[in-house]
T-cell receptor, first 111, second 113 residues
Framework: SQTIHQWPATLVQPVGSPLSLECTVEGTSNPNLYWYRQAAGRGLQLLFYSVGIGQISSEVPQNLSASRPQDRQFILSSKKLLLSDSGFYLC??????????FGPGTRLTVT | GESVGLHLPTLSVQEGDNSIINCAYSNSASDYFIWYKQESGKGPQFIIDIRSNMDKRQGQRVTVLLNKTVKHLSLQIAATQPGDSAVYFCAEKKGQAGTALIFGKGTTLSVSS
């Protein structure tokens, strides 16, 4: 069976510090991968998606970036965090044209 | 532009009642819709999906109805239980590559016993 992992589970970072969130998927190959952000009490906003290694599509211009160094690894990064970057970050995967499965999320608080 | 929205931000029901959560979408080209359940502090959990060539699909205690004429989607939960309390999101598929989804804002379902 497939599983998706995210870490860390929670993170508190000062404004201006860098960020690196990691997501890995097990039990499948060549998945589509996604990063979403969810502000408190809000819906999910798609940030990035990837259909293959090194292929990244950005949905929202911002100070975040994503990379896919390996088939089942998806990384969300920032060089300098803003207060507005606080939120719940979710990684998801799917097979093309099928439902997406979400990881447990990372709660990021920028202080 | 494209958007997916829900009619009501909150819904309160009694245990054992049937719940209906509604969603309106604006992109008539969308061909795939999903309902997710999200409990506090957790990632969304897939409930049920439906493709545009269908009007209805049933799962265990859940039914999704799709009305393409008025671009309306609903999730029906039979015999609602306290464990059903969560935020429910509808999502529509955008585009071909990557099947990226657009999510609505969510409806918070509260079940009282």
């Amino acid at each position: 069976s497939q599983t998706i992992h995210q870490w860390p589970a929670t993170l508190v970072q000062p404004v201006g510090s860098p960020l690196s969130l990691e997501c890995t998927v097990e039990g499948t190959s060549n998945p589509n991968l996604y990063w979403y952000r969810q502000a408190a009490g809000r819906g999910l906003q798609l940030l990035f998606y990837s259909v293959g290694i090194g292929q990244i599509s950005s949905e929202v211009p911002q100070n975040l970036s994503a990379s896919r160094p390996q088939d089942r690894q998806f990384i969300l990064s920032s060089k300098k965090l803003l207060l507005s970057d606080s939120g719940f970050y979710l990684c998801a995967w799917n097979r093309p044209s099928y439902e997406q499965y979400f990881g447990p999320g990372t709660r990021l608080t920028v202080t | 532009g494209e958007s997916v929205g829900l009619h009501l931000p909150t819904l309160s029901v009694q245990e054992g009642d049937n719940s209906i959560i509604n969603c309106a979408y604006s992109n008539s080209a969308s061909d795939y819709f999903i309902w997710y359940k999200q409990e506090s502090g957790k990632g969304p959990q897939f409930i049920i999906d439906i493709r545009s060539n269908m009007d209805k699909r049933q799962g265990q205690r859940v039914t999704v109805l799709l009305n393409k004429t008025v671009k309306h989607l609903s999730l029906q939960i039979a015999a609602t239980q306290p464990g059903d309390s969560a935020v429910y999101f509808c999502a529509e598929k955008k585009g071909q590559a990557g099947t990226a989804l657009i999510f609505g804002k969510g409806t918070t379902l509260s079940v009282s016993s």
